[in-house]
């Protein structure tokens, strides 16, 4: 049984951080590319980064770049979002996402993990 289960979240001031992280079971880990996506109240979900598999390119969103950090851990079959110099406008649930490369129907999502950026 594919589990994407993702932690970290919560609450944290304009210029915090935090670091989120996803625990994936029930696939074969490090042939997925791991994404992080986002979905703000009244807003589509959106890609805030991706991580193909074995960790050798990474790809930012540009309203995040230079202050979020995409990492994985194929050993402990986790991938990382590091966000810095937080803004109010990255407030979101956020979400995993796993998915085989060049195959359909092999794309998992995790249950979401709320984030909020205020003082």
């Known amino acids: 049984q594919v589990q994407l289960v993702e932690s970290g979240g919560g609450l944290v001031q304009p210029g915090g951080s935090l670091r989120l992280s996803c625990a994936a079971s029930?696939?074969?880990?490090?042939?997925?590319?791991m994404s992080w996506y986002r979905q703000a109240p009244g807003k589509e979900r959106e890609l805030v980064a991706d991580?193909?598999?074995?960790?050798?390119?990474?790809n930012v969103a540009d309203s995040v770049k230079g202050r979020f950090i995409i990492s994985r851990d194929n050993a402990k079959r986790t991938v990382y979002l590091q966000m810095n110099s937080m803004k109010p406008e990255d407030t979101a649930v956020y979400f995993c996402?796993?998915?085989?490369?060049?195959?359909?129907?092999?794309?998992?999502w995790g249950q979401g993990t709320q984030v909020t950026v205020s003082s």
């Open positions: 029930g696939f074969t880990f490090s042939i997925y590319t």
């Open positions: 991580i193909i598999n074995f960790g050798g390119s990474t």
């Open positions: 996402n796993a998915k085989r490369p060049g195959l359909s129907g092999y794309n998992y």
